[in-house]
């Protein structure tokens, strides 16, 4: 995929896993502010834009907004380094909070269950200490989201400015 479309996928995912649990912490919303400022996985992304975007879909669309995610993952060609950094930014955000939601395993199955290119073993090569988000998470096959997304919150977006 070309980097241009991946940085708007990652960025989208980032929202998504943050969104998909029906609150969204201040410690996840600095979390991608550190990511912005302090990485090169979005660089050059209009992320003010993206931000938007993505808030009007969750606003709009609810759930289906963060399915919509998917639907654009599974049309993707992610190399096998564009891989390793989506799961590497999902991974940053689920550990933001300090705390795992079902919503958030549920999106990391699935988000493992679209990826092509990477094998379980380079995941556990790469990403040992979380092994529990990634592997073994058959037990999420079936299960839906839970959907807190009627309810949430998204007073914590009218506040964020990603620029300081």
């Avoid at 808030?55 to 709009?60: A, N, Q, R, V």
């Avoid at 399915?67 to 999902?90: P, W």
């Amino acid at each position: 995929m070309k980097n241009k479309e991946f940085k708007k996928v990652l960025f989208k995912a980032a929202f998504s896993v943050m969104a998909c649990d029906g609150e969204v912490a201040e410690s996840e919303l600095l979390e991608i502010k550190e990511m912005l400022k302090n990485t090169l996985y979005f660089e050059g992304l209009n992320y003010e834009e993206e931000l938007q975007v993505a808030l009007e879909d969750l606003k709009g669309n609810g759930l289906q907004s963060i399915e919509s995610f998917f639907n654009v993952l599974k049309g993707a060609d992610l190399s096998e380094l564009q891989e390793l950094q989506l799961l590497e930014v999902l991974i940053r955000m689920i550990h933001a909070d300090d705390k795992v939601d079902e919503n958030e395993l549920i999106f990391m199955h699935r988000v493992r269950r679209s990826l092509s290119v990477l094998s379980d073993a380079k995941i556990m090569v790469r990403f040992p200490k979380n092994i529990n988000l990634l592997l073994n998470l058959s037990k999420y096959n079936a299960k839906p989201f839970h959907s807190n997304l009627g309810t949430m919150n998204l007073k914590a977006f009218d506040d964020i400015n990603f620029t300081d």
